[in-house]
């Protein structure tokens, strides 16, 4: 049973957990720091504490104490209730969903363990937009992918903004964070995965054609996705066993429309792989 | 040719075009007003010329002169030059893409004309957020869609954040606006197209297999897509000739990852569209 503790001090040190959480900056080495992330909203928390992670402990209006008790009544973490005035002091905005928690992030696989029992794989180039990040780990739920892996500097899936984006998606789907950006591919080309890199060049092979081409031992597929803005490095794009294109519309190629955002692409090519 | 003027006085009335562009109910009523829609950015400034908007004006740092300047040679408009401190103080926020255009809007075509030619239109019903409303027109238009029809009270494509979202892709793919949300699909329905509802009801029609069945004099496709939050109206579900959906992972439903965001589910409906 948690130890219910009433707040009103946004200075107190227990809330440490809590402070600013729009400061992408300090948020960041904060949660490095202490092993943490925040899960904001009752069915977020739901969802992180369901999957297994531990909860250092609890912030929240009362009236969420109640919708929630199910979940307290199985923690021994505190659960912090002030009023929206001091929770908003602390986090440094109004926090709608009223409820948050800080829990305890556990250890990430090895990428070779992570894949051992894989089928379907995206691997993420380094993106910088956490709301792409938590997007395309709904996505990739949602669609069966099995695991995601990461390049080293790729954004946090369990970033606040990440979490709430993919609507606790985050928890559904394996991951893993390559330690070498140089020599991340190779585990997984260990592994048997054939290794096909996306690009928004429409010279590349069609991707239900390169999908249909594949034959191996466990028909095993490493989708890869680069950032944002420049896709995929140039090494990664070598590396790769094809460089697979979306086709797109030659009206819209005409008018200067050339590319999708990173979320769509990676939505088709998730429904793609799982047929 | 424009003509250059030197501004300084964040409340010059030759400015109010551009006042607090992050505050959307004025500036919701101020466009609506006026009949205007900004425009931020070379690249999509350029694309809003190109199509064939008007300009009222611009206001730019002095360093975007020179690099749009054969867009500024062929207008009347005036060029307001400013430095970034009075831009930001009349934006309400630091433009960093430092050149703006307040453009003016067109009349929109009526439903029966805008799907005349078209084999494949997207239906937005009452989409609240611009962002998803800009990346929808940019995967409708990268993936050939021919036209976007919007309910009554969808979010509007010429909104600055749609805008910008889209890439300038709102400028290449023509669109109408219904005038009754109650008979706004009998226009559809005249024109000879086939009404299929997206859901996120896993009982109903696979798209791909919905798809495969049209059969038409000319093929003709309308995808409607509801809103963020609650999905389509159940008026609209039952007007459609099929509801269909995009089937998810079976895992994932019992992980509780129950449906894609709207623009992901978007994305994939355009590409199953497409081909």
């Not at 089928?119 to 992918?145: K, M, P, Q, T, Y």
């Not at 140089?182 to 260990?190: I, Q, Y």
């Not at 890199?197 to 429409?202: F, G, M, N, V, Y």
């Not at 989708?223 to 086709?247: F, N, T």
Request: net charge negative.
């Amino acid at each position: 049973m948690a130890r219910f503790v009433t707040v009103s001090d946004p200075a107190d040190p227990r809330l440490a957990d809590y402070v600013r959480l729009r400061d992408v900056n300090l948020r960041k080495s904060l949660e490095a720091e202490h092993g943490l992330f925040i899960a904001e909203g009752e069915k977020v928390i739901r969802r992180a504490v369901g999957t297994g992670y531990p909860a250092r402990s609890f912030l929240m209006a009362r009236r969420w104490v109640e919708p929630l008790s199910d979940v307290l009544e199985r923690t021994d973490a505190p659960v912090y209730v002030a009023d929206d005035a001091t929770v908003q002091a602390v986090a440094g905005f109004p926090v709608h969903r009223g409820a948050l928690a800080s829990m305890k992030r556990l250890p990430l696989p090895a990428t070779a363990d992570l894949v051992a029992d894989a089928r379907r794989v995206l691997v993420l180039e380094d993106l910088v937009d956490h709301a792409n990040v938590g997007s395309i780990f709904r996505c990739a739920a949602a669609l069966g992918v099995n695991a995601v892996v990461l390049s080293p500097r790729c954004a946090d899936p369990l970033y606040r903004r990440s979490v709430k984006v993919s609507m606790g998606a985050v928890f559904a789907i394996p991951y893993a964070r390559m330690t070498s950006w140089h020599d991340g591919l190779s585990e997984l080309r260990a592994a048997g995965f054939t290794l096909l890199a996306l690009t928004p060049d429409q010279s590349a092979v069609p991707l239900d054609k390169a999908l249909a081409a594949v034959e191996g031992p466990a028909d095993r597929v490493a989708l890869m996705l680069g950032s944002e803005g420049d896709g995929l490095s140039s090494r990664w794009l070598d590396e790769a066993d094809h460089a697979v294109c979306i086709p797109m519309s030659a009206a819209a190629m005409a008018n200067g429309v050339d590319s999708l955002n990173v979320v769509a692409a990676a939505a088709i090519a998730c429904h793609a792989l799982m047929r």
